[in-house]
T-cell receptor, first 109, second 113 residues
Framework: RKEVEQDPGPFNVPEGATVAFNCTYSNSASQSFFWYRQDCRKEPKLLMSVYSSGNEDGRFTAQLNRASQYISLLIRDSKLSDSATYLCVVFTGRRALTFGSGTRLQVQP | DVKVTQSSRYLVKRTGEKVFLECVQDMDHENMFWYRQDPGLGLRLIYFSYDVKMKEKGDIPEGYSVSREKKERFSLILESASTNQTSMYLC????????????FGPGTRLTVT
């Protein structure tokens, strides 16, 4: 079983739609959680950290459910520029970050 | 503005060649990482280093080695390139070990023929 699992998509949504991605992690001792964004043929970049209380950054909301071991990312009012692959990332407290294989989002006009 | 640079964007090598991939960061970060990224498999950690001359194996170190002689530079070496090492290679650095934000270079797409 992969340490971090994501639905690869693609999620095809119209502009203005709300879309949500989930990600599950296997290690219950995981300490920190992040969403990274990767544009086509570009490097990943940190989108936001995920806190136990949930956090919001503009149109983006991240939530953590420790009991069920999943994190989510909600994007409201989707823009064409949101088209990218979203990587779920977990830190278990040892070694380095563990990356999911990503969920691809395509926002259509 | 933080910056991680990699020596080549595209590289084509023959099977059996020794390949050097260089990564340089200008943020004075202690921690540096090498990943490879393949479709459906995501980013997989090859090696990382949390100090000069220190290195630790990641999840897939076989066929690779690394060198960190200076804080700002982390090199990935393919001792004898094979076709299954054709991939996108991404270097990253971070201030904090593990949990901190990682800054990535633009990647090197390596093709081994």
């Amino acid at each position: 079983r992969k340490e971090v699992e994501q639905d690869p998509g693609p999620f095809n949504v119209p502009e203005g739609a709300t879309v949500a991605f989930n990600c599950t992690y296997s290690n219950s001792a995981s300490q920190s959680f992040f969403w990274y964004r990767q544009d086509c043929r570009k490097e990943p970049k940190l989108l936001m950290s995920v806190y136990s209380s949930g956090n919001e950054d503009g149109r983006f909301t991240a939530q953590l459910n420790r009991a069920s071991q999943y994190i989510s990312l909600l994007i409201r009012d989707s823009k064409l520029s949101d088209s990218a692959t979203y990587l779920c990332v977990v830190f278990t407290g040892r070694r380095a970050l563990t990356f999911g294989s990503g969920t691809r989002l395509q926002v259509q006009p | 503005d933080v910056k991680v640079t990699q020596s080549s964007r595209y590289l084509v090598k023959r099977t059996g060649e020794k390949v050097f991939l260089e990564c340089v960061q200008d943020m004075d970060h202690e921690n540096m990482f090498w990943y490879r990224q393949d479709p459906g498999l995501g980013l997989r950690l090859i090696y990382f280093s949390y100090d000069v001359k220190m290195k630790e194996k990641g999840d897939i170190p076989e066929g690779y080695s690394v060198s960190r002689e200076k804080k700002e530079r982390f090199s990935l070496i393919l001792e004898s390139a094979s076709t299954n090492q054709t991939s996108m290679y991404l270097c990253a650095s971070s201030l904090l070990q593990g949990a901190g934000e990682q800054y990535f270079g633009p990647g090197t797409r390596l093709t081994v023929t």
